[in-house]
């Protein structure tokens, strides 16, 4: 069966679209997986904040999946100079939750 692999990098001229002949589901995923952790290690530290882009995975009747990836700051660390404490994000927002936890000691 034929899976389609698009990568979206958010600017229509870099979005790329592959498609692969693969056994199963399974086969799909472990190409996806597997493909995703190769561009991110062909970054070599070249990713840069606010940056982010998915992969996502089509058979012939449409989406199967999607990996998603993404650099953010979650705390300017020149601003918390003497701060002792650490102020945690919620992952999928950028609002402060109302929790802090003390600061590992130096």
């Keep these: 069966m034929n899976y389609y692999f698009r990568v979206n990098h958010h600017h229509p001229d870099t979005d790329h679209c592959e498609a692969l002949d693969l056994p199963d589901q399974k086969a799909a995923w472990d190409e996806a997986t597997t493909t995703c952790g ?17 992969m996502e995975v089509s058979d012939d009747h449409g989406p199967l999946f999607e990996l998603t990836f993404g650099a953010r ?15 945690l ?3 999928d927002s950028r609002e402060d939750l109302p929790l802090s936890v003390p600061r590992p000691a130096a």
């Excluded at 062909?42 to 982010?52: C, I």
């Excluded at 700051?73 to 002792?84: E, I, V």
């Design 38 to 54: 190769e561009m991110l290690a062909d970054l070599d530290g070249s990713l840069q904040e606010g940056s982010d882009w998915s």
């Design 89 to 91: 994000l919620e992952p």
């Design 73 to 87: 700051r979650l705390r300017d660390t020149a601003s918390s100079a003497g701060n002792d404490r650490l102020t």
